[in-house]
Structure formats: structure tokens, C-alpha cells
């Protein structure tokens, strides 16, 4: 249990790591410039996000939580109510909130001219509902992060 849970560490504070960069520099970048070159920027961003080096981190992230979930249920050894808990925690932000959340904001964003009045309008309320969503992913993904360190340092091996 103790490597798998050092395996979610990794994998859900990476993608901590990577929505915090969001939160605190591409979307204040973005609304910094005018509407129609922050709405282009950002489906070049959706665009290129497609990539072997994304998918690693965000599918393997997601590989990670099921299998703490599942090792933490089956092994029921020391700390697997937060190996469990951090598991949850990060399928509900890391993976839920994206796939339910962000993802169908960036569909919706990718179908649009940032030149016309239509995206013009929808930039703003995009702006603010995908920022929303993801402070919470990445708070979420911070607290699942810590989660599983609790799971590690309540492992029999730590004491």
C-alpha cells in the first residue's frame, strides 16, 4: 500500500502543480489581453493540451486514484482511510470536475469565431466559470495530495 500511495502523491501533485499554473498565470495572463486574442490563446491552449505528456499525468492520475481506492478497500491496512479519502477526493476534482466541468466549457469555447459578437460575449462568463471550476480541481487536488501523504506517514514502516 505504501507505493501505490506514494504513486498517488506523485500523480495528484502533478496535477496540482499543473492547475495551479492555470489559476495563477495563464487565466490572469489571458484576461489581461483583449478579448478576441485571450479567447484564440486559449483554443490554442485546448488544442495543444492534447499531448502524450498531459495524458501521462492526467490518465495516469486517474489510473492511480481507482487503484488507492480499490487497495485501500481490499488491504484495509494502516492509513487506508486516507489513502481511500485522497482517492475519492481527487476522482471527484481532479477527474469529475474536469471531465463534467472544463472539458465541455473548452468544447463549447473550441466551436467559436473569438472574432464575432457571440464570442465576444461567451468569453467572459467562460473566463470566469472554467477559472471557478478550476481553483476548485486544483484545491481538490491539493487535498488529495495531502491526503495520501497521511496515508504514508500512518504506514507501519514510517513508525
Do not use: K
Amino acid at each position: 500500500m505504501r507505493l501505490l500511495a506514494a504513486v498517488c502523491v506523485v500523480f495528484f501533485g502533478l496535477m496540482a502543480g499543473f492547475f495551479f499554473a492555470f489559476s495563477v498565470v495563464v487565466m490572469p495572463g489571458l484576461n489581461r489581453m483583449p478579448a478576441d486574442s485571450g479567447m484564440l490563446a486559449m483554443q490554442q491552449i485546448n488544442i495543444a493540451v492534447i499531448n502524450p505528456w498531459f495524458a501521462i499525468g492526467f490518465w495516469g492520475a486517474l489510473v492511480a486514484a481507482v487503484l488507492g481506492a480499490l487497495g485501500a478497500i481490499l488491504s484495509r491496512g494502516t492509513g487506508w482511510p486516507w489513502l481511500l479519502s485522497g482517492s475519492v477526493v481527487y476522482l471527484l476534482a481532479g477527474f469529475a470536475l474536469t471531465a463534467w466541468g472544463n472539458v465541455p466549457l473548452n468544447r463549447a469555447l473550441a466551436v467559436i469565431d473569438p472574432t464575432s459578437a457571440e464570442g465576444l460575449a461567451m468569453w467572459g462568463q467562460y473566463q470566469q466559470r472554467w477559472t471557478m471550476l478550476n481553483h476548485l480541481r486544483t484545491l481538490g487536488c491539493l487535498v488529495a495530495t495531502a491526503l495520501t501523504l497521511g496515508a504514508l506517514q500512518r504506514s507501519r514502516r514510517f513508525r
